[in-house]
Structure formats: structure tokens, C-alpha cells
């Protein structure tokens, strides 16, 4: 009997061609089973950040935060070198007092120029910025007024005995000149202008080491009142060539002036409440150890802040550089503002943390390098100073985050708790521990800061809405 070949044979081919086609559908099935690369989250962050775009602005900035930085950096190394430690430390409280008045500044004016600008429509923007630079020399304007006053009642009240009558005009200059300069620098950020920043603070350091070189050369003791001038001087000097180099006009800024300037202080004065906190947190150290330690161990603490001073390179260059995008992205994509915030925060507290060890395990030659001399009690406050600066660090990511949304009045009350935990451990542990006790009380209150602000985000994050 003839066996059927042709029929298993053509149906072994039929099952044969079906396996075939199988094969080739999954082989062309396969790739589109996506299988995360090996470095996708780094390519996702990089989209996100969008860092080719950022090149420019970022080196100009790092650039910028050299100059200014770097200049006080260095500043601060000549009149730790040629000053006494009880005048260097005179420096470092009116240098305090002037930081203050660019604070409010900042928290009433600049910063709500920033979180209200992306708002305003594009033709108006100039004129706003216009409006609040006119806020500016308003509010100096006024600080100059009361001032004179308080200067002139305490001149009558202790007639020839006001010993700091020179230090206290060198600040009240100082400061006025400061907040001027200071807003140039916040408005070319604003702009995406860093290159003029760039210009407001090499004027600045300029005109300051041109005459510090002069008061060398002609053999002059330097005084704190007198690079307070200088300071002052060219602070002055970079936000008149500002002016003239931006298309910003005061006499636009003179129409409908009140309600931007209600706008300002509606979130302006929680703010200024929180720079007034953080202050006297900031400060705590230096004016309790003027009552207990004298002028002497104001000096000290801040020879040994100057040690970690140089991190401050990178802090301010990237906030400023990430601060108005981040407000514009709290309008498009709060979500994305998140991550980046938090991974920005979490980079910065590792170079803090990398920075630390590297200064403490060369501290020996750094310090010859910086001081000129080996001073025991100022090395054992450095490395208190850098728990300081990664708590610092730790804290600054979500404080910047706060603003931008314009809780201000959070923040502020966030900041209550950390500073009496730090001035009421600093009395304490001042009178054991000395310099080292006021600067373990800002550690302890930083810390306290930096959870409560964060716990804060993570709670709003969340909570459902």
C-alpha cells in the first residue's frame, strides 16, 4: 500500500512555515519589549536639567561667584593677616549688620521680583524691575533717615564717648551701596543676563583691592571703617555701570509704584520676618560672644569660618543660576521643580561632606597657607564650622524651594523653633565651651531647620489636594 507521503509531508511544511513566522515576528517583536539601558535615569536627569543649555549661564556664573567670593575669600585672609583679632572681629559684626540690611532687602524686594516676574506679561517686565528698583532706593533712602537719627540722639545722649560713631557711618554707607549692587546682580540673573552681574562684582572687587593696593603702598594701617569705604565705594562704582548698561529707566518706575509694592509686601513681610529669624540665628554666635568673650572671640570664630568660606563658590553661583528657573517651572511643572530641588540639595550636601575631609585632612598646610601661622584654638573650631556647612547645605535646597512657592510665611515659622534652640543652647554652652559652644548652638539650630523644612515638603508632597 502507498503510504500518504505527500500529505505529512505538506503538512510537516505547513507546521514548519508557521514556526518560521513565529520565529521571525518575535526576533522582530523583541526590541520593542523595552528594557530600561544602563543609564537611562542619568539621561533622564540630564533631559530634565537640561544641561547643554546651561553651560554658558552656569560657567559665567562660577565665574561671577570666583569674583565675588574669591575676593572676600581673600579679603578676609589679608585682615585676618594684618588686623588684631578684636579688630577683625569688629569687621566681621559690621559686615554682619550690613548682610542684614541686604536681607530685607532681598526678602521684601528681590526676591519678590523673582517669584512675581514670570507672571507679569513679557512688555512689563522691564518696567516692574524698574518699579522695584525704585523700591530699593526708597527703602535706602529711609534706612539713611533713621539712621541719622538714632546716630544723632545716642551722639547727644553719651555726648563725646560714642566710640563706634566712624564704624557705624562706614556701615550704614556700606550697606546702602550693597543692597544697589546686589539687586543689578539678582536683575541679570533675572534676565538671563549673568554677563552683567559678571561686571557689577569684577567692578566691585576692583575698585576695592585698587585701594587697599594704595593704602599699602602708602604704608596705611587698614581699619575696619576704612575697607567698609572702600567696599562701599566700589559696590557703588558696579551699580551706576549696571544702570547705564541695562535698558532699566527710574521714571517708568515712578507710575503705579503702590500696588506692585503691595504685591511685594503681601508675601514680602513673612519673609522679612524669616530673614530676621535666620539672622539672629546666623549671627547668634558672633554677638553673644562679643558679651561674653569680647571682641577677641568674635575674631576667632571667624578666622575659622574663613576655612570653609571657599565652598561658597559653588552655593550662591547655582542658586542663582536655578532659582528663576525654578520659578518658572513652579508655573509649568511643579513635579519636575521637585526632583530637581531635591537632587540639587543632595549634590550639594555631598560636595559639602567631600570638602570637609579634604580641608580637615590638609588642614596643616592650609592653615599656614591661609593664617600665616598655626593657631591651636582656631583649628578647633574648624571642623565645627564644617558640620555647619553641610547642615547648611542640607537645608538651603528646601528653604529655596519654600520661597519659590511663596511660603513664606511657613518658612518663617519653620525658622522660629531653630533659632531658640540656638540662641537659648548658646548661652548655655557658651559659658563652658567658649567660641566653641556658640558655633555647636548654630549647628544645632541648623539641623533643627533643615528637618523641620523638609518634613514640611515631604508632608505637602504627600497630602492629597
Known sequence: MKLEKPLVMEAGKDTLELWNRELRASSVEKPSRVRPPRFAKIRQIRT??????????????????????????????????????????????????????????????????????????????????????????????????????????????????LVYFQTCCAIVTAAIFFLCSEFFIAYAYLIRRESLALVVNGLTMFVLFLCLAYEYQAGIIPTAESVMYFYALGAAIGAITAYGMSNLKLRQGFRNLKPDMNEAWQHGRWALGGVLV????????????????????????????????????????INKIALPRLADLHQTDPARMLRISMLMTTCLSLLAIIFSFVLIGNLDSISDLVLGRQDATIRSLIWIWCLMLVCQMARSGGSVLLQIQRKFRILTLLNIPSAIVTLVLAFLLIKTYGTAGAIWSMVAGELVLSLLIWWEILNEKNRPH
Open 48 to 161: 530634565q536639567l537640561k544641561l547643554s543649555g546651561l553651560k554658558l549661564p552656569l560657567a559665567l556664573s562660577l565665574l561671577n561667584q570666583c569674583i565675588s567670593s574669591g575676593g572676600n575669600f581673600l579679603l578676609s585672609v589679608y585682615l585676618a593677616r594684618t588686623l588684631a583679632l578684636s579688630d577683625f572681629g569688629l569687621y566681621g559684626i559690621g559686615y554682619g549688620l550690613c548682610m542684614l540690611y541686604v536681607g530685607i532687602g532681598n526678602a521684601v524686594i528681590m526676591t519678590q521680583m523673582l517669584v512675581n516676574m514670570p507672571s507679569k506679561a513679557i512688555e512689563d517686565r522691564h518696567i516692574y524691575a524698574a518699579k522695584m528698583l525704585n523700591a530699593v532706593l526708597l527703602l535706602g533712602l529711609t534706612f539713611i533717615v533713621l539712621s541719622t537719627g538714632v546716630i544723632g540722639i545716642t551722639s547727644i545722649a553719651v555726648s563725646d564717648k
Open 278 to 317: 535666620t539672622w539672629m540665628q546666623s549671627q547668634t554666635y558672633a554677638y553673644i560672644a562679643i558679651i561674653f568673650l569680647g571682641p577677641i572671640g568674635v575674631g576667632q570664630a571667624n578666622a575659622a569660618k574663613i576655612f570653609i568660606s571657599p565652598f561658597s563658590f559653588l552655593l550662591p553661583a
